[in-house]
Nanobody, 125 residues
Framework: QLQLVESGGDLVQPGGSLRLSCAAH????????IGWFRQAPGKEREGVSC????????RYADSVKGRFTVARTGDKRTVWLQMHSLKPEDTAVYYC??????????????????WGQGTQVTVSS
């Protein structure tokens, strides 16, 4: 059974950078569309970025275009989210979700049927 593990969250100053990772033990992720979502306190989970299965096709929310990049590692076991020029409004718990053999989309959240436990990103001075 696919299990996802996120890592890389941290406290960072505005303008800083972080790289989040989404990994699956014992599986390669190439056959899964992977979505990165975030949820701030009191807000709904929102799509940030995603990458389609068997493809380098990606999507980004308008709020992160030009600042965030999603990609797979060469061994296809990890999907990372590189985040630059972080803003306080990027503060949230970040989750990765997976759906088998699919084109990625940032909504609905229910499109993705496997989730990690989340990693906290805090942008503050």
């Amino acid at each position: 059974q696919l299990q996802l593990v996120e890592s890389g969250g941290d406290l960072v100053q505005p303008g800083g950078s972080l790289r989040l990772s989404c990994a699956a033990h014992g599986f390669t992720l190439e056959q899964y569309a992977i979505g990165w979502f975030r949820q701030a306190p009191g807000k709904e989970r929102e799509g940030v970025s995603c990458i389609s299965s068997f493809s380098d096709s990606t999507r980004y929310a308008d709020s992160v275009k030009g600042r965030f990049t999603v990609a797979r590692t060469g061994d296809k076991r990890t999907v990372w989210l590189q985040m630059h020029s972080l803003k306080p409004e990027d503060t949230a718990v970040y989750y990765c979700g997976a759906v088998y053999r699919a084109t990625c989309a940032l909504a609905p959240v229910s499109r993705y049927d496997t989730w990690g436990q989340g990693t906290q990103v805090t942008v503050s001075s």
